[in-house]
């Protein structure tokens, strides 16, 4: 680890990981940051859903118009 990674803020005092932190407090930080790490990659797979779920959405509308529209050329036929 470098120097600065090294280094954790908390209430706007920095903290030395390895020297300052006893074992309880290390954990508690690995544990804050494994869940750091979880919620973005969360937030990046809803990301993906979300637009996966727009194309689709957007497929749909553009079918149902489509039918719609052979249809009513149809009838005027």
């Known amino acids: 680890m470098s120097d600065q990674a090294n280094v954790v803020t908390i209430d ?4 030395d990981f ?3 932190l006893n074992k309880d407090q290390q954990y508690f930080i690995n544990q804050i ?3 750091q790490s979880k919620s973005a990659n969360l937030r990046f797979e809803l990301d993906q859903i979300t637009m996966s779920q727009d194309a689709f959405t957007n497929r749909l509308i553009k079918s149902i118009k489509t039918d719609e529209e ?4 149809s009838e005027v036929s």
């Open 12 to 15: 706007g005092k920095e903290f």
């Open 18 to 20: 390895e020297k300052d």
């Open 33 to 35: 940051r494994s869940c």
């Open 70 to 73: 052979a249809s009513l050329a």
